[in-house]
C-alpha cells in the first residue's frame, strides 16, 4: 500500500479591509473535500502578524514533515486563481495587524534575495486550466510583499522549495468558497503529482 503523504494548507486570519479572509474560508471548505485517502491534510490559520509567521511555521514543518506545505492568501486585485513562483526576502515595511513590520524589511538578514518553489507552477497552471474546471488558475512572480510574501519565502526556506503559495480572488469576485476549494484541491493534487514524479526521476538517476 502506497504510504500516506502529508499536506499542511493554511489560510490567513481577517486584515485590513477583508473583514471575512477568503483564503480561510476556502481552506475550511478544502479540509472538508479531503485530498483522497493517501493524503493527510492539515490545516491551519495564520495570523496576518511577521512575529506569529516567524513561530508558527518552523513549527508546522518540524511537527508534521509535510512532502508539501501551500499557503493560501487573498488579493483584492486577484482575479483568478494564482500560483506564486517564487519569494523574495527584502521590501517588508508594510505594518501588519499588530502595528509591526521587521526593522530589516526582511524575512530572513542574510537570507537568499529570491527562493523558487521546487514545483513548476507553468505546468500546474497548464494541467488545470485544461481539466474543465471551470476556474481560471495563472501564475505569478510578486506575490505583494506583506505577510503572503513573508509567510511564503519562510516556508521555502524551511522546506528547501517544497511550498508552494497560492492566492485566491475575494468570495464572490467571482468564485464561491466551494469553487475555490475545489480549484485548491486540483492544483495541490497536481503539486503531489509532479513532486512524486521528480523524486522517482532522482531517484533514477542516482541508481544508474
Known amino acids: 500500500m502506497a504510504e500516506k503523504k502529508t499536506v499542511i494548507v493554511t489560510g490567513f486570519e481577517p486584515f485590513g479591509e477583508h473583514a471575512v479572509n ?13 485530498l483522497g485517502q493517501n493524503v493527510n491534510l492539515h490545516v491551519s490559520e495564520v495570523p496576518v502578524e511577521y512575529q506569529a509567521v516567524q513561530n ?13 506545505v501551500v499557503h493560501v492568501g487573498v488579493s483584492g486585485m486577484a482575479t483568478t486563481v494564482t500560483l ?7 521590501g517588508y515595511s508594510r ?5 509591526f513590520y521587521p526593522g530589516s524589511e526582511c524575512c530572513m538578514e542574510g537570507g537568499p534575495e529570491c527562493i523558487h ?3 513548476d507552477m507553468d505546468a500546474i497552471c497548464k494541467r488545470v486550466n485544461s481539466s474543465g474546471l471551470g476556474v481560471t ?6 506575490a505583494g510583499r506583506y505577510l503572503c510574501e513573508y509567510t511564503y519565502y ?8 517544497r ?6 480572488p475575494p468570495l464572490g469576485k467571482p468564485y464561491s468558497a466551494e469553487e475555490l476549494a475545489q480549484a485548491l484541491r486540483a492544483v495541490i493534487l497536481e503539486m503531489l503529482e509532479l513532486i512524486e514524479h521528480n523524486t522517482e526521476k532522482q531517484l533514477c538517476q542516482h541508481g544508474q
Do not use: M, R
Open 22 to 34: 477568503a483564503s480561510w474560508v476556502a481552506v475550511q471548505e478544502l479540509e472538508k473535500l479531503g
Open 56 to 68: 508558527l511555521l518552523p513549527s508546522l514543518w518540524k511537527q508534521h514533515h509535510p512532502q508539501l
Open 84 to 90: 506564486e513562483k517564487c519569494g523574495h526576502n527584502h
Open 95 to 99: 505594518l501588519d495587524n499588530c502595528k
Open 117 to 119: 518553489s521546487v514545483i
Open 137 to 142: 488558475v495563472s501564475v505569478s512572480k510578486d
Open 154 to 161: 519562510t516556508s521555502l526556506f524551511l522546506g528547501k522549495g
Open 163 to 168: 511550498s508552494a503559495f497560492v492566492h485566491v
